[in-house]
Protein backbone atom coordinates (compact mmCIF):
# COMPACT_ATOMS: atom_id res chain seq x y z
CA UNK A 1 0.00 0.00 0.00
CA UNK A 2 1.41 3.55 -0.75
CA UNK A 3 -0.36 6.70 0.20
CA UNK A 4 -0.14 10.13 -1.75
CA UNK A 5 -0.80 13.76 0.18
CA UNK A 6 -0.27 16.25 -2.39
CA UNK A 7 0.21 19.94 -1.05
CA UNK A 8 1.28 23.44 -2.48
CA UNK A 9 -1.61 24.16 -4.75
CA UNK A 10 -3.62 27.76 -4.69
CA UNK A 11 -4.51 30.92 -6.89
CA UNK A 12 -1.49 32.40 -8.94
CA UNK A 13 -1.47 35.00 -11.08
CA UNK A 14 -0.72 34.47 -15.31
CA UNK A 15 2.89 34.32 -15.30
CA UNK A 16 3.64 33.20 -11.44
CA UNK A 17 4.91 30.30 -10.17
CA UNK A 18 4.07 27.43 -7.60
CA UNK A 19 5.41 23.83 -6.41
CA UNK A 20 3.80 20.97 -5.59
CA UNK A 21 5.11 18.20 -3.34
CA UNK A 22 3.33 15.03 -3.28
CA UNK A 23 4.46 12.86 0.19
CA UNK A 24 4.33 9.05 -0.04
CA UNK A 25 4.36 6.78 2.57
CA UNK A 26 3.67 3.10 2.96
CA UNK A 27 6.04 0.50 0.43
CA UNK A 28 9.45 1.68 -0.21
CA UNK A 29 8.97 5.27 -2.43
CA UNK A 30 12.67 4.69 -3.97
CA UNK A 31 11.91 1.62 -5.95
CA UNK A 32 9.39 3.38 -8.41
CA UNK A 33 8.37 5.71 -10.70
CA UNK A 34 6.02 8.49 -9.72
CA UNK A 35 4.20 10.91 -12.05
CA UNK A 36 2.07 13.84 -11.99
CA UNK A 37 -1.02 14.22 -13.68
CA UNK A 38 -3.85 17.47 -13.89
CA UNK A 39 -7.82 17.40 -14.36
CA UNK A 40 -9.24 20.23 -15.67
CA UNK A 41 -13.25 20.64 -14.98
CA UNK A 42 -15.04 18.51 -18.05
CA UNK A 43 -11.95 17.35 -19.21
CA UNK A 44 -10.37 14.00 -19.04
CA UNK A 45 -7.20 13.29 -16.84
CA UNK A 46 -4.22 13.86 -18.51
CA UNK A 47 -0.27 13.72 -18.21
CA UNK A 48 1.97 16.19 -17.13
CA UNK A 49 4.77 14.50 -15.65
CA UNK A 50 6.96 11.46 -14.91
CA UNK A 51 10.15 10.77 -13.42
CA UNK A 52 11.87 7.10 -12.62
CA UNK A 53 12.87 6.08 -9.16
CA UNK A 54 16.55 7.69 -8.63
CA UNK A 55 15.24 10.90 -10.68
CA UNK A 56 17.90 10.12 -13.70
CA UNK A 57 14.85 9.70 -16.47
CA UNK A 58 12.36 12.58 -16.50
CA UNK A 59 9.73 12.86 -18.85
CA UNK A 60 7.10 15.70 -19.43
CA UNK A 61 3.84 16.62 -22.13
CA UNK A 62 4.22 19.21 -24.85
CA UNK A 63 1.94 21.23 -22.69
CA UNK A 64 4.31 21.53 -19.58
CA UNK A 65 7.80 21.10 -21.34
CA UNK A 66 10.36 24.28 -20.52
CA UNK A 67 8.39 25.44 -17.74
CA UNK A 68 7.56 22.34 -15.20
CA UNK A 69 10.04 20.58 -13.49
CA UNK A 70 9.54 17.35 -11.98
CA UNK A 71 11.98 16.01 -9.24
CA UNK A 72 12.06 13.74 -6.13
CA UNK A 73 14.08 13.38 -2.90
CA UNK A 74 14.17 9.60 -1.72
CA UNK A 75 15.01 10.28 1.51
CA UNK A 76 12.18 12.71 2.05
CA UNK A 77 9.66 10.04 0.05
CA UNK A 78 8.74 13.39 -1.66
CA UNK A 79 7.94 14.23 -5.52
CA UNK A 80 7.70 17.71 -6.65
CA UNK A 81 6.62 19.47 -9.74
CA UNK A 82 7.98 23.06 -10.26
CA UNK A 83 5.93 24.90 -12.08
CA UNK A 84 6.61 28.00 -13.99
CA UNK A 85 5.11 30.86 -16.57
CA UNK A 86 1.89 29.70 -15.41
CA UNK A 87 -0.85 30.12 -17.58
CA UNK A 88 -4.89 29.65 -16.96
CA UNK A 89 -5.00 26.49 -19.41
CA UNK A 90 -2.84 25.03 -16.72
CA UNK A 91 -5.67 25.45 -14.14
CA UNK A 92 -6.46 22.20 -12.89
CA UNK A 93 -6.42 19.77 -9.92
CA UNK A 94 -2.99 17.87 -9.90
CA UNK A 95 -2.63 14.43 -8.77
CA UNK A 96 0.31 12.94 -8.03
CA UNK A 97 1.03 9.05 -8.68
CA UNK A 98 2.45 5.96 -7.90
CA UNK A 99 3.78 3.21 -10.31
CA UNK A 100 4.98 0.65 -8.42
CA UNK A 101 5.28 -2.00 -11.04
CA UNK A 102 8.13 -0.10 -12.43
CA UNK A 103 11.12 1.47 -11.53
CA UNK A 104 11.88 2.99 -14.83
CA UNK A 105 9.47 5.10 -16.79
CA UNK A 106 7.37 2.61 -18.46
CA UNK A 107 3.59 3.80 -20.53
CA UNK A 108 4.82 6.88 -17.94
CA UNK A 109 1.83 9.12 -19.77
CA UNK A 110 -1.09 6.28 -19.18
CA UNK A 111 -3.35 6.78 -15.85
CA UNK A 112 -4.12 2.93 -16.29
CA UNK A 113 0.09 2.47 -15.96
CA UNK A 114 -0.71 3.97 -12.04
CA UNK A 115 -1.34 2.38 -9.23
CA UNK A 116 -1.74 4.67 -6.07
CA UNK A 117 -3.01 8.36 -6.43
CA UNK A 118 -3.68 11.13 -4.24
CA UNK A 119 -6.50 13.03 -3.03
CA UNK A 120 -5.20 16.27 -5.64
CA UNK A 121 -4.14 19.43 -5.04
CA UNK A 122 -6.38 22.62 -6.66
CA UNK A 123 -4.23 24.83 -8.88
CA UNK A 124 -5.94 27.94 -10.52
CA UNK A 125 -3.99 30.31 -12.48
CA UNK A 126 -5.89 34.03 -13.19
CA UNK A 127 -5.76 36.10 -15.93
Known amino acids: QVQLVESGGGLVQAGGSLRLSCAASGRTFGRYAMGWFRQAPGKEREFAAA????????AYADSVKDRFTISRDNAKNTVYLQMISLQPEDTAVYYCAADTSNSDLYSYSSVSAYDYWGQGTQVTVSS
Open 51 to 58: ISWSGAKV
